[in-house]
């Protein structure tokens, strides 16, 4: 069976962001605001479609900005669903802005959405999953599971054999510390 691994390097799309982003640990708030609504809007449609919109969705979502995101209204949402160079589906326009204010609201207790995440690692796949949707909009497992893969807290971003696992290892990345924290427990 083919992996991503073995068809996205070389690929101008795929290449770059299984080389240098898939798998890799995140911190930058928008970056993981930009990986979850990326990963909502790519729901029933292909991860290549949203690679080619993706400068068209930092456009308009403000460089994934989660505090001018928050502030958006129903004429922003309105001019969003025109917007040819995004995915024009109202209810991941809308879940985006509701994330957004979620994420506003989290820094609250957490200081950042970065902190929130860390502050329930480590969880298997079904716990994120329960975790995400009582907290944001437009959430599954598929979603969710990918999310966080992407961003280093769920292990299969890479394989073993790939190149790229052991660039990301050196990392540290939240899957890994874990194994290797339940290794040492054994």
Request: aromatic share 12%; charged share 25%; proline share 4%.
């Amino acid at each position: 069976m083919s992996s991503y691994c073995d068809k996205a390097p070389g690929h101008q799309f795929h290449g770059p962001y299984h080389d240098t982003e898939y798998g890799y640990p995140v911190t930058d708030e928008s970056v993981l605001f930009e990986r979850l609504t990326l990963e909502i809007f790519q729901a029933g449609l292909s991860w290549l479609i949203i690679l080619k919109k993706r400068e068209g969705f930092k456009i308009a979502f403000e460089n994934f900005n989660i505090d001018r995101v928050a502030g958006f209204d129903a004429d922003d949402i309105e001019r969003l669903i025109k917007d040819a160079s995004i995915i024009r589906n109202r209810r991941k326009i809308e879940a985006t802005v509701e994330n957004a204010r979620k994420i506003v609201f989290i820094r609250e207790s957490h200081g950042s959405f970065a902190n929130w995440i860390e502050a329930h690692a480590p969880k298997n796949k079904g716990e994120w999953v329960k975790l995400f949707r009582q907290n944001f909009k437009f959430v599954g497992g598929e979603i969710v599971g990918e999310f966080l893969m992407s961003i280093g807290y769920l292990p299969g971003a890479h394989r073993e054999n790939c190149p790229i696992f052991e660039k990301i290892a050196t990392h540290n990345p939240s899957w890994l510390a874990a194994s290797e924290g339940i290794k040492e427990a054994c």
